[in-house]
Every structure is written in structure tokens, then in C-alpha cells.
């Protein structure tokens, strides 16, 4: 089966897990005729106890798996729905033997853009058998060394399948192959340690629990309070130095993943590390969570002291890149891991497919696009700031956690949406704000919450699926652009222009509440806290001008070229019944 040959690729891909099976069916799924080598020491049928750290996409990636890669069917009918994402914290952390021991923040509807929780073991096995049968070449082994060579020379990925070596030679490599960090430990890419990353120190355990009974969460009866599943959403519970998730990742056997997140600095690895003193953790902490565990039957438990890194460059002039958590990953607050993934994916097959076709702007792709990555993963480690001291108040955490919906939401889903991600115009101007603002008004923020957790401030519960929170009608998950609605999935069809104008003033009001609320009249006079306010006015004034450029610029531009086009056909439409042969032989 295997030779001694050096067969030659395109693109050699180290890894089959979630990040380098995306790549390779995005490539194939773009870029005609192009030749893939995938390479993993796992075999095409997966044990399910291959499990990662978080089971759950938000709407970016589902976007982007449904969408991009053509899988919402298969999501449909393989993995969970999600319902939104829940919050609880203990009113008494001594009492958490059931939901009515909680502050809830319930989702309490579906959120606009469908998304899933994924049994990832199962998912990984489908869209590798997918790959192959699309023509990407699987060999199961493992990467044993990698010659990268400067500029467009060939590189060389040496693989040991059974008790065999050999060679395969490749114009452009990729590194999915997770925390193996074969391109990063070769090239000196990656960064550990808290202070290379916002302060960020912490370790997770998990486990897969099977046959549950989900009563002891929640009888789903809840009439008056959502339109969706409670169970179905991703649960997050919250303490002192630590949170928790649990996601159902399979419909018929019930099983949850049921995992923490834990900061080194409130709680040792120590504490927690072994099945054993994590099921004590959850009994003195979230009863609830054990009684769920104990009612069904724990299929594995996995513990990882460090899980936070980035890398310095993503992208590289010598056609290497690195995806997924070969490249970061932080914290799975919020399921940002696979959102990373999604746009990583597309910039890099953008960069390979115009590197391959020689077009003259491939550079610049690849130098715009690994800012642009490198930029939203510090925004999305700015996420964890601080957590440590946070995540057991309720007060400060509800309202962090709606000012960071208001930038999803009203920032980063229409960035994705309208592909501005991979526009060349656009990308300095985001690098440029995301980068001010995590050193700016966000580290200034995260300051202040740890000063209301210290001083055991109440400023109140927001709630951030309600429209009456803030002012006016205003949600987080107000879209300021349908382009739901109107089908705006081309490239820049989407106005993210008119979304950023009205987020930033949004954001605005929601700081100067913040800054009444836990600080009073010397909140609101002083001087650094002017400053924010107005720069958030100023980028919601500088959104005013680019949209109007943005719409100088499109007009005329149909919001969807195929429906526009079915619209043009339709002029010429005729009833004509009489060409109907059932019809002809019914009057004869």
C-alpha cells in the first residue's frame, strides 16, 4: 500500500483532527484538482473516547461548517442542537443541590443562526471518510521530522506508517496536529506562560458521562420563561476561580461532557486532577453537576494542567501554517476554539489557492491575513483577563458578559458574514481598533471588575437575552444589517459598516451605565473614563463615514447575485398550461 516513492503534494496536512479536516475539505472544496496529504497516527475508525476539551460551536463556525463546508445536513441528523448558551451561579455556595440554588441567565430563545454541539470523535471520523472520498490521501502514521525551507522551495514531511519511513514532499504545510506542536517546536513559534498571555494561568478536567438522568437538571417544562431547551444549551456554573460546562453530545444515549476550567492561582492542579477529586470538587462545589454524574455511568476522564499558548506568527512567507490548537487556544469560554479555526481556514486557503495560481497579491494575502488572525486571537485571549478573581460574581460577570456579547454579536458575526475577514482594506483598520482596545478600554475594564469583586459590590444582574437592559429595544443579539433576512453571504455584501456604527454607541451607553453603576459620580468625571466613552463614539462616528463610502461603492450591488438572477428570469416568465401533456390528453 505504501512506497518508498516520495510522492509529491500540494499541501501536506499534519493531523486529522477537527482543525485539519476543515482545512482539507475547505481546500478541496475551493481550490479544483488540488492534491492533499493528510497524516494522523489515529485510524479512519476513532475510538470514542478520543475526546477534546469542549464539544460545542457557536455561530461563526456553525456558519461555517453548515455553510462553507456543506454539513448542515449531516450536523442535523449526527450531532445535538444547541440551544444558546446558559449561565448559573450559587446564591449560596454552600447549597447547589438544585437549579433553584442558581442566578440564571437563561437563553430564552434560539439564537438567530442555528448552531450544534458535536461528538467530536464521531465528527472527525465522518469528514475524514468525506475527505477521502473527495481525493485527499490519508496516511495513517505519524509525522516523524519536517524540512521546511525558506520562500516557495519544496518542503519535505518525513512519516512513519507501520515499520515503514518515508517521504513526502510538499509546496505548502500545515500543522494541525494539536498540541504535538511540530511547526512551533521546529521554528520557535509557540509562547507558553501567563505572561505571555494576559495573565491567563489555568488547567481543565473533563469527563463523558453516559444514560444521565436529565430530570435532576431540568424537566424541560418551563412554559413562561424560553421558547427552547434548557438542556440543549451549553450550561455554564460558575465559583471562585473556576467554571464549568456541560454539553450533550449525543441524542440517544444521553451523554454529556462535563468539564472545569480552573485557574492555578485560586486552584492547584492538585485539587482536582484525578477522577476522584474532581467528583469531590463537584460535590463540595456544584452538587448538581454530581447528582448528573451519578445518576449515569462515566465513560472517561481527562485532565490537562496547562491548556493556554499562542503563536507569533500563523502564516508564514515559507508557506508553513499553523491551525487549531497547534496555533492557540486560551479557555473554552464562550466555544471560541473552533470560531479561531473558521477563519484561520479560510485565509489559508485563500493564501495557497492564490500562491498556486501566481497570483500577484499572494503576499500580501498572507501577510494581511496572519495580522488579521494573530489580531482576533489576542482579542479572543483579552476574553479570559482576569477570571480568575471574576468568575464566582455574579454581579460583575453578568455585566461582562454582556459587554462581550455586544462585540460578538454586533462585531465579530458580521465581520465573518460579509468575509471582511479576508479583504485586504478592511483588515488593517480591524487589526488596528482590536488591538487598541484589548490594551485600552478592555484591560482598563478588567481593573475595574476586579476592584468591585474585591470590594464585594452589587451593581446589579444583567441579563443578556433581554431587550430591556440597556435603552431603548436594544438586545446583543440585535443584527444592525438583514443580512439573514436578505441573504447577504457574498463577500462584502454584508454591511459590517452599519453594525460597528451602531455597536460602538451601544457599547457607549453600556460604559457609562457600567461606570454610574459600580462607581458613582466618580465613575462618571473621571477623566480616563471620558476618554473611552468618547473613543467609542469616535469609532461609532469613523463606521458612520465607512459606511457611506461602503455603500458608494456597492450601489447597485444585488444583495445576492443567484437570487437576483432568478429575478431576472423571471421577466420573462409565461403561464402556459397548454404545454402540459396531461393536461392536452384530459380535453382530447
Given at each position: 500500500?505504501?512506497?518508498?516513492q516520495s510522492p509529491?503534494y500540494?499541501?501536506v496536512?499534519?493531523?486529522?483532527?477537527?482543525?485539519?479536516?476543515?482545512?482539507?475539505?475547505?481546500?478541496?472544496l475551493n481550490i479544483p484538482?488540488i492534491?492533499i496529504a493528510?497524516?494522523d497516527p489515529r485510524?479512519?475508525?476513532r475510538?470514542d473516547?478520543?475526546?477534546k476539551?469542549?464539544e460545542s460551536?457557536?455561530?461563526v463556525?456553525?456558519?461555517?461548517?453548515c455553510?462553507e463546508?456543506?454539513?448542515?445536513?449531516?450536523l442535523?441528523e449526527?450531532?445535538?442542537?444547541k440551544?444558546?448558551?446558559?449561565?448559573h451561579?450559587?446564591?449560596?455556595?454552600?447549597?447547589t443541590e438544585t437549579l433553584?440554588?442558581?442566578y440564571?441567565?437563561w437563553?430564552?430563545r434560539?439564537?438567530p443562526i442555528?448552531?450544534?454541539?458535536l461528538h467530536?470523535p464521531?465528527f472527525?471520523?465522518?469528514?475524514?471518510?468525506?475527505?477521502?472520498?473527495?481525493?485527499a490521501v490519508?496516511?495513517?502514521?505519524?509525522?516523524?521530522?519536517?524540512?521546511l525551507?525558506?520562500?516557495?522551495?519544496?518542503n519535505?514531511?518525513?512519516?512513519?506508517?507501520?515499520?515503514?519511513?518515508?517521504?513526502?514532499?510538499?509546496k505548502?504545510v500545515?500543522?494541525?496536529?494539536?498540541?504535538?506542536?511540530?511547526?512551533?517546536?521546529?521554528?520557535?513559534?509557540v509562547?507558553f506562560?501567563?505572561?505571555?498571555?494576559?495573565?491567563?494561568?489555568?488547567?481543565?478536567a473533563?469527563l463523558?458521562?453516559?444514560?444521565?438522568?436529565?430530570?435532576i437538571?431540568h424537566s424541560?417544562y418551563h412554559?413562561e420563561?424560553?421558547?427552547n431547551s434548557?438542556?440543549?444549551s451549553t450550561?455554564?456554573?460558575?465559583?471562585?476561580?473556576?467554571?464549568?460546562w456541560?454539553?450533550?453530545i449525543?441524542?440517544?444515549?444521553?451523554d454529556l461532557?462535563?468539564?472545569v476550567?480552573h485557574h492555578h492561582?485560586v486552584?492547584?492542579?492538585?485539587?482536582?486532577?484525578t477522577?476522584d477529586?474532581?467528583?469531590g470538587?463537584?460535590?463540595?462545589?456544584h452538587?448538581?453537576?454530581?447528582?448528573?454524574?451519578d445518576s449515569g455511568?462515566?465513560?472517561d476522564f481527562?485532565?490537562?494542567q496547562?491548556?493556554?499558548?499562542?503563536s507569533?506568527?500563523?502564516?508564514?512567507?515559507?508557506?508553513w501554517?499553523v491551525?487549531?490548537d497547534?496555533s492557540?487556544i486560551?479557555?473554552?469560554?464562550y466555544s471560541?476554539?473552533?470560531t479561531m479555526?473558521a477563519f484561520a481556514?479560510e485565509?489559508i486557503?485563500?493564501?495557497?489557492r492564490?500562491?498556486l495560481?501566481g497570483e500577484a497579491?499572494?503576499?500580501a494575502k498572507?501577510?494581511?491575513?496572519?495580522d488579521?488572525n494573530?489580531?482576533?486571537?489576542?482579542t479572543?485571549?483579552c476574553?479570559y483577563?482576569?477570571h480568575?478573581?471574576?468568575l464566582?460574581?455574579a454581579?460583575?460577570?453578568?455585566?461582562?458578559?454582556?459587554?462581550?456579547?455586544?462585540w460578538?454579536f454586533?462585531v465579530?458575526i458580521p465581520?465573518?458574514i460579509g468575509?471582511w475577514?479576508?479583504d485586504?482594506?478592511?483588515?488593517?483598520?480591524?487589526?488596528?481598533i482590536?488591538?487598541?482596545n484589548?490594551?485600552?478600554i478592555f484591560?482598563?475594564?478588567?481593573?475595574?471588575f476586579n476592584?468591585?469583586?474585591?470590594?464585594?459590590?452589587?451593581?446589579?444582574?444583567m441579563?443578556?437575552y433581554?431587550?430591556?437592559?440597556l435603552?431603548g429595544?436594544?438586545?446583543?443579539?440585535?443584527?444592525?444589517?438583514?443580512f439573514?433576512?436578505n441573504?447577504k453571504?457574498?463577500p462584502?455584501r454584508?454591511?459590517?459598516f452599519?453594525?460597528?456604527k451602531y455597536t460602538?454607541f451601544?457599547?457607549?451607553?453600556?460604559y457609562v451605565?457600567?461606570?454610574?453603576?459600580?462607581?458613582?459620580?466618580?465613575?462618571?468625571?473621571?477623566?480616563k473614563?471620558?476618554?473611552y466613552?468618547?473613543?467609542?463614539l469616535?469609532?461609532?462616528?469613523?463606521?458612520?463615514?465607512?459606511e457611506?463610502?461602503y455603500?458608494?461603492?456597492?450601489k447597485?450591488l444585488?444583495n445576492?447575485?443567484?437570487i437576483?438572477r432568478?429575478r431576472q428570469?423571471f421577466?420573462?416568465?409565461?403561464?402556459?398550461p397548454?404545454?402540459?401533456?396531461?393536461?392536452?390528453?384530459?380535453?382530447?
Amino acid at each position: 500500500m505504501y512506497t518508498t516513492q516520495s510522492p509529491e503534494y500540494d499541501v501536506v496536512i499534519m493531523g486529522a483532527g477537527f482543525a485539519g479536516l476543515c482545512q482539507a475539505r475547505h481546500m478541496l472544496l475551493n481550490i479544483p484538482n488540488i492534491k492533499i496529504a493528510l497524516i494522523d497516527p489515529r485510524p479512519v475508525e476513532r475510538s470514542d473516547k478520543d475526546l477534546k476539551i469542549g464539544e460545542s460551536i457557536i455561530e461563526v463556525a456553525a456558519l461555517f461548517l453548515c455553510k462553507e463546508l456543506g454539513l448542515h445536513d449531516y450536523l442535523i441528523e449526527n450531532h445535538p442542537p444547541k440551544s444558546g448558551l446558559n449561565f448559573h451561579w450559587p446564591k449560596d455556595a454552600a447549597q447547589t443541590e438544585t437549579l433553584d440554588d442558581y442566578y440564571h441567565v437563561w437563553a430564552n430563545r434560539q439564537t438567530p443562526i442555528a448552531s450544534f454541539h458535536l461528538h467530536r470523535p464521531r465528527f472527525e471520523r465522518d469528514l475524514l471518510k468525506m475527505n477521502q472520498d473527495m481525493g485527499a490521501v490519508f496516511y495513517n502514521g505519524r509525522v516523524v521530522d519536517v524540512d521546511l525551507t525558506p520562500g516557495d522551495a519544496i518542503n519535505t514531511v518525513e512519516i512513519k506508517v507501520g515499520g515503514e519511513t518515508m517521504e513526502l514532499k510538499a509546496k505548502h504545510v500545515v500543522d494541525a496536529a494539536g498540541l504535538k506542536f511540530i511547526i512551533g517546536r521546529k521554528t520557535d513559534n509557540v509562547l507558553f506562560g501567563p505572561e505571555n498571555l494576559l495573565g491567563l494561568n489555568n488547567g481543565s478536567a473533563w469527563l463523558r458521562v453516559k444514560n444521565v438522568d436529565r430530570t435532576i437538571f431540568h424537566s424541560g417544562y418551563h412554559p413562561e420563561g424560553t421558547s427552547n431547551s434548557h438542556y440543549y444549551s451549553t450550561n455554564h456554573y460558575f465559583g471562585h476561580g473556576h467554571w464549568l460546562w456541560m454539553i450533550p453530545i449525543d441524542k440517544k444515549s444521553m451523554d454529556l461532557s462535563i468539564g472545569v476550567i480552573h485557574h492555578h492561582d485560586v486552584i492547584p492542579s492538585e485539587k482536582i486532577n484525578t477522577l476522584d477529586k474532581f467528583s469531590g470538587f463537584l460535590k463540595a462545589n456544584h452538587q448538581l453537576l454530581a447528582d448528573i454524574i451519578d445518576s449515569g455511568e462515566v465513560v472517561d476522564f481527562n485532565y490537562r494542567q496547562r491548556i493556554a499558548h499562542r503563536s507569533k506568527i500563523m502564516f508564514s512567507p515559507d508557506n508553513w501554517y499553523v491551525v487549531g490548537d497547534s496555533s492557540h487556544i486560551f479557555d473554552a469560554f464562550y466555544s471560541y476554539g473552533t470560531t479561531m479555526i473558521a477563519f484561520a481556514v479560510e485565509g489559508i486557503t485563500e493564501i495557497i489557492r492564490a500562491k498556486l495560481a501566481g497570483e500577484a497579491d499572494a503576499e500580501a494575502k498572507r501577510a494581511a491575513y496572519n495580522d488579521f488572525n494573530l489580531a482576533y486571537a489576542r482579542t479572543v485571549n483579552c476574553l479570559y483577563r482576569g477570571h480568575a478573581q471574576q468568575l464566582g460574581h455574579a454581579s460583575v460577570m453578568s455585566w461582562r458578559i454582556y459587554f462581550e456579547y455586544m462585540w460578538w454579536f454586533g462585531v465579530h458575526i458580521p465581520t465573518y458574514i460579509g468575509k471582511w475577514h479576508l479583504d485586504l482594506n478592511f483588515i488593517p483598520r480591524y487589526v488596528k481598533i482590536a488591538n487598541g482596545n484589548v490594551d485600552g478600554i478592555f484591560a482598563d475594564l478588567c481593573k475595574q471588575f476586579n476592584q468591585l469583586v474585591e470590594e464585594g459590590a452589587n451593581i446589579g444582574f444583567m441579563d443578556v437575552y433581554r431587550a430591556d437592559q440597556l435603552v431603548g429595544k436594544y438586545g446583543t443579539l440585535t443584527h444592525f444589517d438583514n443580512f439573514l433576512e436578505n441573504t447577504k453571504f457574498e463577500p462584502r455584501r454584508c454591511n459590517v459598516f452599519a453594525s460597528m456604527k451602531y455597536t460602538y454607541f451601544y457599547i457607549a451607553i453600556w460604559y457609562v451605565m457600567f461606570q454610574w453603576k459600580g462607581f458613582g459620580i466618580r465613575g462618571l468625571l473621571t477623566p480616563k473614563h471620558w476618554f473611552y466613552f468618547l473613543r467609542m463614539l469616535s469609532l461609532s462616528a469613523k463606521a458612520i463615514v465607512g459606511e457611506f463610502i461602503y455603500k458608494s461603492k456597492t450601489k447597485g450591488l444585488p444583495n445576492n447575485s443567484e437570487i437576483e438572477r432568478v429575478r431576472q428570469e423571471f421577466k420573462g416568465y409565461k403561464y402556459q398550461p397548454e404545454k402540459h401533456s396531461w393536461l392536452r390528453e384530459k380535453v382530447s
